[in-house]
């Protein structure tokens, strides 16, 4: 077989059925205290600092790393199940999501000794927001195009350009982000780009805020102006951010939300249809249902490789690709069949809302964190095509 | 399970390469291939898989017989070798011993029932019977004043009215005009059947997406040879992104397959919901993904792939048909639909997180 796409049939242990309850209970608790509210889909003013120390002190944060660092050696299936419950009832988890994810697990691999001892125990605490620095006003998808640069100094390196579409810059402690370090080869066009972990709020950053289709303020324009970065923080090889980048993908390309992330619609449209559907809202429904079910095996199988220690990149990809482009279909088809829904309806007016609020999300579903095009291209690698 | 580890699955894909090849198939226009190759599968015992040694089979495990079928849609197998296996896990269900030779089931469509009569005969009519013409025994579901029954019945005391798939396989009309069954036996409780459109949904799910990974293999190796504008067409990133899209396809339905036939092999009762989902959404999703993936497969192809000579038509046409078995997508859409409303939006998600 030239493909040999690995999907086993992974299932959850009991022990995370049992962290499930924990999660629901505490989701239920806070719903109740009014720190969120499950139909409020537009999390915007929903930046709960207070709830991020909450799950940080519930041992949710960081919850595959070593606890020399303040994590809690669970596995990549527990921190699964705490992923999903959080994504299904909407709880205000940017403020601490992307360090959870993505940020950390850099910053174990390739961090100083005494910079993970200082920062990761503090993520895991949820005391700390990231921020992902790729994008630039001219490279997006072409990550290798970046021009700004890191010029090295005593002590460090000084900075200058600009970071764009970076999301929770406003809000964030830190970002990582890659700087041009030394111009590309004739040899490897990737060549000369360099990660580092940039301390936020500091003289020389100055974040811009870039209004959204959505009506948020979500992401933003990010200046550096002779902005510097200690020597120690440069993460990895000096030039050889290239090597690095794509080795973490797979954790970040297959979890559930992304194929989560406009799913309420779902549940408010099986409420507005009440216990008997007609025919046509029971086959929407149901074939809704059965795409979701197969992503969630497709995801958790992933998670279940990762855990294994296997490197499943082409199948991450695929999760991504196939998950975006239905998340981004959902409210569309919810849309459709809810044409013919009663107008009295109990949540008529939620459905309404969240629809109007993940239509306009949609578009954004798969652009953010590699587009359709680029994962396409990486699965067509994998297949041989390239 | 890992597949290439089992001495089972292994025995089929070694039958199957070696008598089953799909290009030597497409060239024999007499169908001299079936008899070979339905005695070797015989002899090895694979179609009695799912019988106990005691009554008759080789007493293989669910799994392995679930991974003997993937393997039999990855070679597009047009024996009713999957028919049989079912055939003899049915009458195995009311602890009836299998006969040799060809089986298949009936009723194969949830939407046709067969009767038990209070003389012990079967009345009744069963559309779009995999391979009835070929089989010399049929396992039957019937239903009685005392409830659920399980049959066999020979072949020759029922009508049947021979009737074709999509790609030529026989899928027939049997008509029971108040037939003696050679043994009936009631099912165990809780048996029903929907528990046999499930089974029979699943068997045809892990052999759709059988079909298209091989639909993805030949397509990426066609890509590779196949030279326009001076360049292969695996050059182009349309295609590409087409080949892309066909591995997703053929990603979600063999994990939709897979996981469902894990389900079913560890499962107590089909009486569950969480059990009902894996099956359904399976037969549903692989369905979607053979439109969606075969269509792919033939566009990449080109005008080669719409010919007899070629041999994409073995799968993508296979895949197509094996929708309509035990349920369509469309059916079983709108059954899970129901439940799910039935149980309230708030209950959606606990069950789709359940396992």
Not at chain 2, 212 to 233: G, H, Q
Not at chain 2, 263 to 292: H, M
């Amino acid at each position: 077989m030239t493909a040999a796409l690995r999907f086993d049939p992974i299932r959850l242990p009991e022990k995370c059925q049992q962290l499930r309850k924990e999660v629901r209970a505490f989701l239920a608790e806070e719903i109740a205290a009014g720190t969120f509210s499950p139909f409020k889909v537009n999390r915007e003013d929903t930046d709960v600092p207070a709830f991020s120390r909450k799950v940080g002190e519930r041992g949710w944060i960081g919850m595959t790393w070593p606890k020399k660092y303040g994590g809690h050696e669970r596995s990549f299936l527990e921190r699964y199940v705490v992923t999903e419950e959080m994504r299904v009832a909407n709880a205000p988890t940017r403020r601490f999501f992307v360090a959870d994810r993505q940020s950390g697990p850099v910053l174990l691999k390739y961090a100083p000794e005494h910079v993970k001892e200082d920062i990761l125990p503090r993520i895991c605490k949820g005391e700390l927001c990231f921020a992902i620095g790729m994008s630039e006003p001219n490279s997006g998808s072409d990550l290798f195009a970046a021009k700004t640069r890191a010029t090295k100094t005593d002590g460090g390196y000084l900075v200058n350009g600009t970071k764009i579409w970076t999301s929770s810059a406003h809000i964030a402690d830190y970002m990582i982000a890659i700087f041009r370090t030394s111009p590309p080869t004739k040899e490897n066009r990737r060549h000369g780009l360099t990660q580092f972990l940039v301390k936020m709020k500091q003289p020389g950053i100055q974040v811009n805020p870039i209004g959204q289709i959505t009506g948020q303020f979500e992401f933003n324009e990010v200046v550096f102006t002779d902005y510097f970065v200690p020597d120690d923080h440069v993460l990895g090889e000096v030039d050889g951010a290239w090597k690095q980048a794509t080795s973490e993908l797979a954790y970040e390309r297959s979890g559930p939300e992304r194929f989560l992330e406009t799913y309420y619609v779902l549940t408010e449209l099986v409420r507005a249809v009440g216990d008997k559907p007609d025919t046509r809202a029971a086959e929407g429904i149901g074939r809704l249902v059965a795409q979701v079910h197969t992503m969630r095996r497709m995801s958790v199988s992933v998670a279940g490789m990762l855990q294994a220690g296997k490197e499943p990149v082409v199948e991450a990809s695929i999760v991504k690709d196939i998950g975006t482009v239905w998340e981004q279909q959902l409210p569309h088809r919810v849309r459709d069949l809810a044409a013919f829904v009663e107008e009295e309806a109990s949540n008529r007016e939620t459905l309404e809302k969240q629809l109007s609020f993940a239509i306009k999300t949609a578009p954004k579903l798969t652009i953010q964190g590699g587009t359709t095009e680029v994962l396409r291209g990486i699965i067509a690698r994998g297949l041989g095509l390239r | 399970m890992s597949e290439s580890e089992n001495i089972v699955i292994e025995t089929a894909e070694k039958i199957f390469a070696d008598l089953a090849d799909a290009q030597e198939i497409n060239r024999d226009k007499k169908g001299e291939w079936k008899a070979p190759l339905w005695q070797a599968l015989s002899e090895a015992g694979l179609p009695l898989s799912w019988v106990a040694e005691e009554f008759g089979g080789s007493g293989a495990t669910l799994a392995e017989g679930f991974g003997v079928l993937g393997a039999a849609g990855r070679h597009a197998i047009a024996v009713p070798l999957a028919e049989t296996m079912l055939a003899g896990w049915l009458l195995a269900q009311a602890k009836i011993s299998s006969p040799e030779g060809e089986m298949t089931v009936a009723p194969a469509s949830p939407k046709d029932r067969l009767a038990l009569n209070a003389d012990g005969t079967i009345s009744g009519r069963a559309r779009g019977v995999p391979f009835a013409k070929a089989a010399r025994h049929i396992a039957v579901l019937a239903n009685g004043t005392n409830g659920v029954s399980i049959a066999l019945v020979d072949a020759r005391s029922v009508r049947i009215d021979a009737g074709l798939t999509l790609a030529n396989d026989n899928s027939d009309t049997v008509i029971f005009d108040k037939v003696m069954p050679s043994v009936a036996k009631p099912a165990p409780k809780g048996f029903d059947q929907t528990a046999l459109m499930l089974m029979g949904g699943v068997v045809r799910s892990l052999q759709i997406a059988g079909s298209l990974e091989s639909m993805l293999d030949i397509s990426v190796r066609y890509s590779n040879e196949r030279v326009a504008f001076e360049k292969k067409i695996s050059k182009f990133q349309a295609v590409q992104h087409n080949l892309a899209r066909l591995a997703g396809e053929s990603a979600a339905a063999l994990a939709a397959a897979t996981s469902a036939a894990d389900t079913l092999a560890n499962a107590k009762s089909f009486d569950d919901d969480a059990v009902f989902l894996e099956a359904v959404a399976a037969k549903i999703r692989c369905s979607e993904a053979a439109e969606k993936g075969g269509g792919i497969a033939h566009q990449v192809h080109g005008a080669i792939g719409f010919t007899i000579e070629h041999i994409l038509h073995r799968f993508s046409l296979r895949a197509l048909s094996w929708r309509d078995d035990f349920g369509s997508e469309s059916y079983w859409a709108v059954e899970l639909g129901k439940r799910v409303a039935a149980r309230g939006a708030d209950e959606l998600w606990p069950l789709v997180a359940s396992r």
